[in-house]
Nanobody, 120 residues
């Protein structure tokens, strides 16, 4: 009943920018936090950045100063602006949300993933 739909992945040259978007839809009472994780081949899924409903943000050390997460609460959408990309940023990026579809119940949701490939 809740879907996270990602867009914006693709192929980019090192040093270039890319912007990811993720929109949550369905039965949503409130969203506690939204964010982005990534998983490179042979590696564990890791947090990239997240943002709470109050606007507090959290970033992985590896992306601080290069990536910016933002959120449009009215559209239930989260964005990830990625600048100065390096080949090490190549991964499948997953949108994540912790939200309430009912006032008394929080659940975790994941998007289907979008590939980001950075060429050297």
């Amino acid at each position: 009943q809740v879907q996270l739909v990602e867009s914006g992945g693709g192929l980019v040259q090192a040093g270039g920018p890319l912007r990811l978007s993720c929109a949550a839809s369905g039965t949503i009472f409130s969203i506690n936090a939204m964010g982005w994780y990534r998983q490179a081949p042979g590696k564990k899924r890791e947090l990239v950045a997240d943002v709470t409903s109050g606007g507090s943000t959290n970033y992985a050390d590896s992306v601080k100063g290069r990536f910016t997460i933002s959120r449009d609460n009215a559209r239930n959408t989260v964005y990830l602006q990625m600048n100065s990309l390096t080949p090490e940023d190549t991964a499948v990026y997953y949108c994540h949300a912790n939200l309430r579809s009912r006032p008394w119940s929080s659940s975790e949701y994941w998007g289907q993933g979008t590939q980001v490939t950075v060429s050297s």
